[in-house]
């Protein structure tokens, strides 16, 4: 099993920034593709940033140029720097894992709310 800790959620103004971290525990060899994902109220979980074993990032179109993934190895933590916030920005943060044998990890989540 992978177990995931999501920290770094709160409430910030528009246009400001914060800084996700999702720690990685467990058999963190079974990692295929770790990623961010959000759910706002009433809508359907969307992936905004992934990083596939040995590839680059990838990002979502609505994120481009204002949401940034990274990874530290050592730390075994993923990252989201997310820039220029917008109040539709506002809602529950996700990391989650594809690993190797097809299932699939989440973490609990984090808060983020932008206020206009």
């Known amino acids: 099993q992978v177990q995931l800790v999501e920290s770094g959620g709160g409430l910030v103004q528009a246009g400001g920034s914060l800084r996700l971290s999702c720690t990685a525990s467990?058999?963190?060899?079974?990692?295929?593709?770790i990623g961010w994902y959000r759910q706002a109220p009433g809508k359907q979980r969307e992936l905004l940033a992934s990083?596939?074993?040995?590839?680059?990032?990838k990002s979502a179109d609505s994120v481009k140029g204002r949401f940034t993934i990274s990874r530290d190895n050592v730390k075994n933590t993923v990252y989201l720097q997310m820039n220029s916030l917008k109040s539709e920005d506002t809602a529950v943060y996700y990391c989650?894992?594809?690993?190797?044998?097809?299932?699939?990890?989440w973490g609990k989540g984090t808060l983020v709310t932008v206020s206009s």
């Open positions: 989650g894992v594809d690993a190797y044998h097809g299932i699939k990890y």
């Open positions: 467990g058999n963190i060899f079974n990692i295929n593709t």
């Open positions: 990083i596939p074993s040995g590839s680059t990032t």
